[in-house]
Nanobody, 120 residues
Framework: QEQLVESGGGLVQPGGSLRLSCAASTRISSIYAMGWYRRAPGKERELVAR???????NYADSTKGRFTVSRDNARNMVYLQMNALEPEDTAVYYCKVTSINALGIVSYYWGQGTQVTVSS
């Protein structure tokens, strides 16, 4: 069974919008942060946006003002609303979850990735 299941990728024209969703298995407990990374062709994987359990967010400079990350703690879900998409946003987008248990042990979980293509 997949720990993280992503959905919402696809093909969109420049200037368009997409919303990515990621559902984390209920077997993942003590979630601290949820977020999104991406890997564009020929580039390293990079942070897109991240939200911690107190609501603090971090965004890549290239996505500030266009992307919004949010989460539903009750459902173990994280979302990425992407507006004003540009061809440079084309990449495989990965959901990442960080958990920290009572002993302070940190665990990372990654989704399989969902393709986002911005093209006319």
């Amino acid at each position: 069974q997949e720990q993280l299941v992503e959905s919402g990728g696809g093909l969109v024209q420049p200037g368009g919008s997409l919303r990515l969703s990621c559902a984390a298995s209920t077997r993942i407990s003590s979630i601290y942060a949820m977020g999104w990374y991406r890997r564009a062709p020929g580039k390293e994987r990079e942070l897109v946006a991240r939200i911690t359990n107190d609501g603090s967010t971090n965004y890549a400079d290239s996505t500030k003002g266009r992307f919004t990350v949010s989460r539903d703690n009750a459902r173990n879900m994280v979302y990425l609303q992407m507006n004003a998409l540009e061809p440079e946003d084309t990449a495989v987008y990965y959901c990442k979850v960080t958990s920290i248990n009572a002993l302070g042990i940190v665990s990372y979980y990654w989704g399989q990735g969902t393709q986002v293509t911005v093209s006319s």
